[in-house]
């Protein structure tokens, strides 16, 4: 069985200086992230690279662990093969990912309202992550006393 | 024995903002898939692309996973193109599904067009490699 | 309303930080200021009074980033910045403002 597992966290950035919350939960079976990479996906349309959009930091472990700070930017043109950043995470059971987006677009306009050129567009975090060897993922679930009453009756 | 093939899996996309499944098998004259490498007619339809897949029932792209993270411009030498695995993924007549996503690509004329989708398929034992990097092969 | 001390002290306590010193901070912004920066590497700044700062104001440090809302009662709770910390006015001040912060110095 293969041991790594490319995740993804997708943001949504719909407004010029948006601040994107990231709290998102791994699986409980993931050992270690051991690479990343965040990268814009589709939104943004411009002739010429785009060497920063905005700034992601994301911490591990609910908080516990060191994070990254880094930039993401649009490239015009297919080139090289995205790279993952390495990193050498271990990774608690079941813990948050947290951390933050920031939007820090220019308007490339000044003379045009902010509205009229700001574009929605999707970012996404990838997190190389390897399996906790024979651990599975098990997927927290609450039963509440009534529904399963009622499920019964 | 031979110890390399670039297999070659194509899926064709009729309209934007398509869905396809698709399924095919891995050679069986070869061990395992070293790496995956996708190409599509432009960068229009590369932009927002997704793909989804699973080599011998085992996950390796979820069907979020941008097309753009397997693939490269023509400046790249051929060397580099592919992403490579990292852990061994079982070839010899594996079966390879999936799902790929159109972007919904804004150009009517790009449509149809086809995905070519790349399978690095080797013999030699795998090691470990870093980007850039040879390892010599091990001959039978 | 809870007490932020109890709730800053339970938090470190969660994500296993220890404190060296815990002390209160201010940060006095004159009139006119649109921009500013400072530095909080090593340690923590809890803002605590949000309330205090014009709606869009944008606070963006390593760790977090955010930006004031209209109806800041709707920030429940009180946040930590740290590294390095800008602060963004949506217009200069028209007031001396004034940010208030806890401050865990992290041993």
Request: negative net charge; glycine residues 6%.
């Amino acid at each position: 069985m293969t041991k790594i597992r490319y995740h993804i966290i997708q943001l949504d950035v719909s407004e010029y200086g948006q601040v994107v919350e990231i709290r998102h939960r791994l699986p409980s079976n993931y050992g270690s992230c051991t690479g990343y990479v965040a990268r814009h996906v589709k939104g943004i349309s411009s002739d010429v690279d785009i060497p920063e959009i905005g700034l992601v930091a994301v911490e591990f472990n609910s908080r516990k662990q060191l994070y990254f700070n880094d930039l993401v930017g649009y490239e015009a043109q297919v080139d090289q093969l995205p790279e993952y950043q390495e990193l050498n995470i271990p990774l608690e059971s079941g813990q948050l990912v947290t951390g933050f987006y920031l939007d820090t677009q220019k308007n490339p306009y000044p003379l045009i309202d902010i509205k009229e050129w700001f574009r929605p567009y999707q970012v996404a975090i990838y997190l190389k992550c390897e399996l906790q060897n024979g651990k599975k993922h098990v997927r927290s679930s609450c039963i509440h006393p009534v529904a399963a009453e009622a499920a019964a009756n | 024995m031979k110890n390399h093939k670039f297999q070659q899996i194509r899926i064709r996309i009729n309209a934007p903002g398509d869905s396809v499944r698709f399924a095919a098998e891995t050679d069986k004259l070869y061990a395992k898939v070293r790496g995956v490498f996708a190409s599509v007619p432009s960068d229009q339809v590369l932009v927002g692309a997704t793909i989804g897949l699973k080599i011998n029932g085992q996950d390796v792209f979820d069907d979020a996973h941008e097309v753009r993270m397997i693939s490269c411009g023509n400046q790249v030498a051929p060397n580099n193109k592919f992403f490579r695995f990292e852990e061994h993924i079982e070839a010899g007549g594996s079966t390879v599904e999936g799902r790929y996503t159109d972007p919904r690509g804004t150009n009517p004329a790009l449509y149809p067009y086809d995905v070519k989708l790349y399978l690095w398929l080797v013999n030699e034992t795998h090691q470990p490699e870093k980007h850039g990097e040879k390892h010599s092969e091990k001959h039978p | 309303m809870y007490d932020h001390l109890v709730f800053i002290q339970s938090q470190l306590k969660q994500r296993q930080i220890e404190p060296a010193l815990q002390q209160f901070y201010r940060i006095e912004l004159p009139v006119g200021t649109s921009h500013y920066q400072f530095y909080a590497y090593n340690e923590l700044l809890f803002l605590t009074n949000a309330a205090a700062l014009p709606p869009g104001t944008l606070i963006h440090s390593d760790s977090r980033a955010r930006v004031i809302p209209l109806d800041v009662q709707s920030l429940e709770g009180i946040e930590d910045y740290s590294g390095t910390i800008s602060v963004e006015f949506p217009l200069p001040l028209e007031v001396e403002t004034t940010m208030e912060f806890i401050q865990i110095v992290i041993k």
